[in-house]
């Protein structure tokens, strides 16, 4: 008899989820939910507020929900947070900062475009130069191309001392990295639901400062469904101008309280970096080469590394994913585009044990 191995995901997709979140799944077929009847309310309502608490920030920011994934946060944000006149700063050194400069293009915005090679950490002295010309500024967070983290503290001190308005992708960072959207003078942010928070990737949240959503229902409506504005007037009530899926809404709800009892994103970010530092350690003694960019921090949820010489990512990743070690195999990632010839990722997101990433490490060795 032969037992399917238990699939390992060192990818940034989570896919892994908390007992709670699972147990939604299984048992909501039972007692479901209409999406804007009265037992919706206090679900919505808890979730919201679970949100901003979680991070912080319940004392200036709001959360808004979406159907959809982190692309449809950034969708929202860009399309919502900015009259269409405004000028934007698109500081992009990664993929997900391309993708930011794609969506505001596609949304007409005016760009002011500062490209630096993936991983490069931006130089503040020409950030201020082009900020000076721009009415606003938009950055990832957490780098999930190069696997660092980007300086939004530096960035919202300079924003605030210019008066500009920061948006912020946090879909890689919120949940799991330290970070203080009050002190850094965010205005408003790109999240998940999935990455960080641990829930399916089905529903997105935007987290917003309340001065800047009073101000925004005066803002042109751009992006049709996608209206932060809209949506949180409805939610405010316990509703949604859209279907919006309760079983969704309740298994975000369940990962907020897993993420409580692990003690909030302080704890959540222990974990991480638990797991991070003793895979680190691990590929240093393998002797695989880190990437670092000067400057810029790792991210706890995974770590980029040369392809060593001699294999190819897709070796790797093919001996990885159906090689059994001690019950387990492994999905990794590959670098993207520009990178992908030198570099491969491995991430270390979701519902796992400590042990899962020793037992990696070993499969690893093998595959190397
Ligand atoms: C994953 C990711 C996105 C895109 O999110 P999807 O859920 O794949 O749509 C955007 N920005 C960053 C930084 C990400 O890590």
């Not at 003690?263 to 080469?289: D, I, N, P, S």
């Not at 991430?347 to 042990?355: D, I, K, Q, V």
Request: charged content about 20%; hydrophobic content about 45%; glycine content about 8%.
């Amino acid at each position: 008899m032969s037992i399917t191995p238990k699939v390992v995901s060192l990818t940034p997709a989570v896919f892994h989820l908390p007992e709670p979140v699972n147990a939604v799944s299984r048992t909501y077929g039972a007692n479901p939910i209409v999406p804007r009847g009265p037992k919706f309310r206090p679900i919505l309502d808890r979730v919201r507020s679970g949100l901003v608490e979680a991070l912080g920030a319940e004392a200036d920011y709001e959360a808004v929900l979406m159907t959809g994934s982190g692309s449809t946060a950034m969708a929202a944000v860009l399309g919502s947070c900015l009259r269409k006149d405004e000028r934007l700063l698109v500081i992009r050194n990664g993929a997900y900062g391309d993708r930011i400069l794609e969506f505001a293009q596609a949304l007409g915005q005016p760009v002011i475009d500062y490209e630096l090679p993936y991983g490069v950490r931006p130089d503040f002295a020409r950030v201020e130069e082009l900020l000076a010309s721009a009415d606003a500024v938009a950055m990832v967070h957490g780098g999930t191309s190069t696997c660092t983290l980007n300086p939004v503290a530096e960035l919202g001190a300079l924003a605030k001392r210019m008066g500009k308005k920061l948006l912020m992708d946090g879909i890689s960072s919120l949940f799991v990295e330290p970070i203080d959207l009050a002190a850094w003078n965010v205005a408003a942010v790109m999240g998940s639901c999935n990455k960080g928070l641990h829930s399916h990737p089905n529903i997105t949240c935007t987290i917003v400062k309340k001065d800047l959503l009073d101000e925004m229902g005066r803002f042109a409506s751009r992006t049709p469904n996608l209206e932060i504005h809209k949506a949180w007037t409805k939610q405010k009530g316990g509703a949604h101008p859209y279907t919006i899926d309760p079983m969704s809404v309740l298994q975000v709800d369940a990962a907020l309280s897993a993420l409580q009892a692990e003690g909030g994103v302080a704890g959540r970010h222990a974990t991480y970096q638990a797991r991070a530092e003793l895979l680190r350690a691990g590929y240093e003694r393998l002797g695989l080469k880190i990437a670092r960019f000067e400057g810029q921090p790792l991210q706890s949820i995974g770590t980029m590394l040369e392809i060593p010489a001699g294999n190819s990512y897709e070796a790797m990743a093919d001996t990885l994913a159906s090689n059994v070690v001690e019950g387990r195999v492994f999905e990794i990632y590959s670098a993207q585009g520009k990178l992908s010839d030198r570099y491969f990722r491995l991430f270390n997101m979701g519902e796992y044990p400590l042990e899962a990433y020793e037992v990696f490490l070993k499969a690893l060795a093998q595959a190397l």
